[in-house]
Each structure stands twice: as C-alpha cells, then as structure tokens.
C-alpha cells in the first residue's frame, strides 16, 4: 500500500457515493480514484485504477455484488473489498468473506467506523463489525460472555455505566448524583442505549440485565 490510500466507491446511488467521498477525501492520506454505479463498472474501474481498496455494495444493478468481488479479486488481486451494506445479515456477511472480501461495514455506521474499517483492511487484516463477529462465533461463546461482550461494544462506556445502574432499579436522579451528570444527561444516555440495544421499555432491560450477568438472582 501506498502513503496515500487509494479508494474506489462502489454504489448505485449517487447522493450515497457523493457522500462517501467527502468523508473520505476529509482524511489526508486517502484518494478516491473513481466512482462506479454498478457491479460491471467497478471491475472496469479497478482494472483501470488498481485502487488499494474497493469500497463496495453488496446489491447494485447488472453484475451481482458477490460476482462483483469475485471478478475484482481475479483480476486486480492486490486491491482489497471492503462491502458497505444495509444487511445486517449473517449470512451475506459469511458469503461476502468467502467470496474474498476482506471487510464488512454497515451503512448504518458512523463515519468514525467506516474510516476504522478501510484502515483495518489497509493493513491487510479482516473487518466485521462486532455484532455480527459475535454472531458468527456463536455457539463457542457462552451466553453470558457474549451478552457482555455486545454491551461492551456497542455502548460507550457512559451508556454501559448509565443502563446497568438503571437496570438494578436506581432512579434517573440517583444515577446522575452517582456519575456527576445532569438528569437530562441520564436520560438521553439510557434512550440511546436502549435504541442501540433494540430494548423497549423496563421489562426488555431487566431480562437482558439478567442474561448479561448485570444482575445477581437470589
């Protein structure tokens, strides 16, 4: 790889690769050397480019996205695939991998992730995101392992701290005189969790304390 990391879009959506553009072409030591709106571009672009990285959709029109990878890896096998998706699914993600993609980001992620991503598999190593790298452990991790290592990773620290001490029955104004915070404060922490976590309301919370081991039962 070079100084500067050379990166092809690969999106349908011209607001969506615009976008991408910006974000990247903020980070002064990355390029983006071409845009392309279907799968049978991209292969022409990347035999064109030889980008370092592809960053590419999974579902475009024409060239199907797992053909697309596999066509890009055949013949510019130094360019690395990083898949932008909406799916959120085991299975594209283990397709995806085995069909050579070194990456897999969600377009639901901010931009912080997707930079961590290309720079991930700059360096040659595999990007997935926590929540589906749990899920393709599966079964090997207990279930109160894995139920601390996705609050681990899909909350900051303050939401963890703010959600468990919620969860063992303190009010908004306890936990904000315990952590030094405003209630307000509290509050926009717990919703925000709870959204990342996909809990809705007291009961959800106090099953999913109970199985992250947050909770002792007598």
Request: proline share 0%.
């Given at each position: 790889m070079s100084a500067i990391l050379r990166v092809l879009l690969a999106d349908d959506h011209a607001v969506v690769r615009a976008g991408l553009r910006l974000v990247l072409e903020a980070e002064p030591d990355i390029e983006v050397v071409g845009e392309a709106e279907d799968g049978n571009h991209a292969v022409e672009l990347a035999i064109e480019t030889r980008p370092d990285i592809v960053l590419l959709d999974i579902t475009m029109p024409g060239l199907g996205g797992l053909e697309s990878i596999s066509r890009i890896k055949e013949s510019a096998p130094d360019s690395q695939i990083l898949i932008l998706t909406m799916h959120n699914d085991e299975g594209f993600l283990r397709r995806a991998l085995a069909s050579g993609a070194a990456g897999y980001v969600l377009k639901q992620a901010d931009d912080r992730e997707l930079l961590v991503a290309l720079y991930c598999v700059a360096r040659g190593e595999i990007y997935v995101p926590p929540a589906l790298?749990?899920?393709?452990?599966g079964d090997l991790i207990p279930q109160k392992q894995r139920f601390e290592m996705t609050s681990k990773t899909s909350?900051?620290?303050?939401e963890n701290e703010v959600l468990r001490l919620v969860a063992q029955g303190y009010t908004s104004k306890e936990v904000a005189e315990m952590l030094q915070l405003a209630v307000t404060?509290?509050?926009?922490?717990?919703s925000r969790a709870m959204k990342k976590l996909g809990l809705r309301g007291?009961?959800?919370l106090v099953r999913y304390a109970l199985k992250a081991g947050w909770l002792e039962v007598e």
């Open positions: 790298t749990l899920s393709l452990l909350l900051s620290v303050r404060s509290v509050e926009t922490y717990r007291r009961v959800q």
